[in-house]
């Protein structure tokens, strides 16, 4: 079992840590980028077969992520609970 000081330690680096996430995440959520991204499209000539495929592979796999890291977040909360539940 850590010490005093070292549980301090650790549950000050793990508050930056999921602090700077948070406001990642919350970044990110806006979408700003993206929207930019429909404004450009709507450009005549805009994708060839190739940009299409390739703005395609990127959107699908940026979505994959997306998803992905929203169910690793509610993992990693619902774990925190069955640990402060043993206690």
């Known amino acids: 079992m850590a010490t005093n000081g070292t549980q ?5 680096e793990l508050d930056k ?3 700077a996430l948070s406001d990642a995440l919350a970044h990110l959520g806006q ?3 993206l929207k930019e991204l ?3 499209i709507r450009f ?3 994708t060839t077969p190739a940009e299409f495929a390739f703005n395609v592979a990127i959107l699908d796999t940026m979505l994959v ?3 992905a ?12 609970k069955l640990v ?3 206690q």
């Open 44 to 46: 005549p000539g805009y």
């Open 8 to 12: 301090d330690t650790h549950i000050r």
């Open 69 to 80: 890291l929203e169910k690793l977040g509610q993992d990693l909360v619902a774990g925190a």
């Open 38 to 40: 429909l404004r450009i």
């Open 84 to 86: 402060v539940g043993k």
């Open 65 to 67: 992520q997306a998803n």
């Open 17 to 19: 840590k999921i602090s």
């Open 31 to 33: 979408g700003t980028s």
